[in-house]
Nanobody
Framework: QVQLMESGGGLVQAGGSLRLSCAAS????????MGWYRQAPGTNRDLVAF???????NYADSVKGRCTISRDNTKNTTYLQMLSLKPEDTGVYYC??????????WGQGTQVTVSS
């Protein structure tokens, strides 16, 4: 059983910042990648950023230059630092894990609300 524990969401004013964390635990031999997706009401769950096992980050165009994804391999944890937040960044942020070359898992989601 693999579990993802997310934290760090909340309410922030436009221009503010938040740092999301996601810690993976359970029966994991090798983490392939960890990432974050955002889902706003009535929309699809869209990729925000992910980081590969080698530490290469990838970002959606909408967050490039404002977000930084990182990993702590010793803790099986990924972080998403978000700066200059905009109201359109509002949504539920889900942590996503790819592991052991063929499995995936989702976190329960953490709400981010950016007020204008």
């Amino acid at each position: 059983q693999v579990q993802l524990m997310e934290s760090g969401g909340g309410l922030v004013q436009a221009g503010g910042s938040l740092r999301l964390s996601c810690a993976a635990s359970g029966s994991i031999f090798k983490i392939d990648s960890m990432g974050w997706y955002r889902q706003a009401p009535g929309t699809n769950r869209d990729l925000v950023a992910f980081i590969t096992s080698g530490g290469t980050p990838n970002y959606a165009d909408s967050v490039k230059g404002r977000c930084t994804i990182s990993r702590d391999n010793t803790k099986n944890t990924t972080y998403l630092q978000m700066l200059s937040l905009k109201p359109e960044d509002t949504g539920v942020y889900y942590c996503h894990l790819l592991y052991d070359s063929r499995w995936s898992a989702w976190g329960q989601g953490t709400q981010v609300t950016v007020s204008s």
